[in-house]
């Protein structure tokens, strides 16, 4: 039964159904062939899965981050951001990588921040002699360490799916957030000192400019603080701190920058009503699956079959990531969360992985995926946007590749990269 679940699940992706719907008919032979699962509990199913205070944290987090879009943050942060790298080598490039993890704090989707850095610094980068491969390169893998910063969405629905605490998650994201940030702008540097890419400013910027530029994005700088600190001393849950976040949002949108109307509380209503139709319809239908393949125990299944191939740590985490590399090539990343990450965790716990440690590894790694060929969304998102071949892209990415590579060794091989923050408080 699981290989005909996995077959119709593929059939139907490659005949490009959406994935909500392939994820909910791929479940049909359980409760219709096998007669394992009554339809009634299928709706069952749906509607429970929709009924978690912890699940609270997705709406609150989608609204606040459009709210905080719409009142002139991104703009700000951006400027802070160029001031910042500007004056580096590959500059333009340099400022997509900082405004990326700034924006960690904010959008919490890579595919949301991809899309929106294509928009906003392609088309510059372009005019200032950049290829658009090496551009498209930049801001796709960029939008990664958006998935790590807190308060990524990917990481809340891993907690929620696999029942681990989303405050240490998001506490746990932090220092590797910031890791990857470096390891992409030293790779970003390299390259463009190869290529002869020129900084975006003639001058380093003066202490006045940087201060300046900081006091006016300060509020969308708090947030991740205030959101460590909320932990640290439980003063809020994650999902108490996504409603925090939008009178936040509100506050500064109304009172700060003044640049909050109607209008424009309305687009972010409407954004985050789209938004948080298609993360719902995805999680009430992986729902459905996740609970057919529970009936026909896939992941106690696919734990006996890992073991028996190896009962080696090291190598059965290797595996689960090859897994989910593969997967993160044709699947959103909530839907690989909601999918695939409740099928291997039971098996690296049982090799004794840390929870929360992997909840970061698989949740980067997952993004990672789609970075790459054959249909990795944020690749095609960011080539779709900039006008540009998967192939010219493909070559372009292959520094950014070796450095992620040696990212997730890294983070794999030291845990404590990713633990000493909620060990230390929480």
């Known amino acids: 039964m699981l290989i005909l679940i996995a077959v119709l699940f593929t059939v139907f992706l490659i005949i490009g159904m959406p994935v909500a719907f392939a994820l909910g008919l791929a479940s049909i032979p359980v409760f219709v062939v096998s007669g394992a699962m009554p339809p009634t509990v299928v709706i069952q199913k749906m509607v429970t899965a929709t009924q978690s205070f912890p699940l609270l944290a997705v709406p609150f987090f989608i609204f606040a981050g459009n709210l905080m879009n719409v009142t002139g943050i991104t703009y700000r942060l951006v400027k802070f951001a160029r001031l910042l790298t500007g004056w580096m080598a590959g500059g333009l490039a340099q400022v997509s990588i900082v405004l990326s993890f700034m924006m960690g704090g904010i959008s919490g989707s890579a595919v949301a921040d ?30 990664v360490i958006t998935a790590t910063i807190p308060p990524s969405i990917g990481l809340i629905l891993f907690g929620f799916v696999n029942e681990v605490s989303i405050g240490r998650l998001f506490l746990a994201g932090v220092v590797p957030g910031i890791f990857l940030t470096i390891v992409l702008m030293i790779t970003t540097w390299l390259v463009a000192r190869k290529n002869g890419y020129k900084p975006d400013l003639p001058t380093v910027p003066s202490g006045k400019e940087l201060v300046s530029s900081f006091s006016e994005s300060v509020w969308a700088l708090a947030f991740p603080v205030i959101l460590i600190v909320g932990f640290r001393f439980g003063i809020f849950t994650a999902t108490e701190a996504g409603a925090f976040l939008v009178f ?3 506050g500064v949108g109304l009172f700060i920058y003044r640049e909050l109307d109607f209008k424009k509380f309305r687009e972010a209503v409407t954004s985050s009503i789209s938004d948080l139709g298609m993360v719902m319809l995805l999680i009430i239908m992986a729902a459905v699956l996740g609970y057919a393949m529970t009936i026909e125990r896939a992941p106690q299944q696919i734990t006996e079959f890992v ?7 090291t190598m059965i985490l290797m595996l689960v990531v090859a897994v989910l590399v593969v997967s993160g090539m044709f699947l959103e990343g909530a839907a690989n969360i909601l999918l695939v990450t409740p099928i291997v965790m039971p098996v690296l716990i049982s090799a004794g992985y840390d929870p929360v440690h992997m909840g970061i590894l698989i949740v980067t790694l997952i993004n990672f995926g789609g970075l790459t060929p054959p249909v990795g969304v944020i690749m095609f998102t960011v080539c ?8 010219a892209y493909s070559r372009a990415s292959i520094p950014f590749f070796i450095a992620m590579g040696i990212f997730f060794i890294l983070m794999a091989a030291i845990p404590s990269l990713t633990l000493i923050l909620p060990n230390t408080l929480m």
């Open 114 to 143: 991809a899309s929106m850095e294509a928009r906003l610094l392609g088309p510059s980068m372009i005019k200032q002699g950049y290829s658009k491969a090496m551009t498209a390169a930049v801001l796709a893998f960029g939008s």
């Open 307 to 313: 073991t028996t191939l190896t009962e080696n740590p």
């Open 248 to 250: 936040y949002a509100l």
């Open 384 to 391: 779709g946007i900039l006008d540009v071949k998967t192939g």
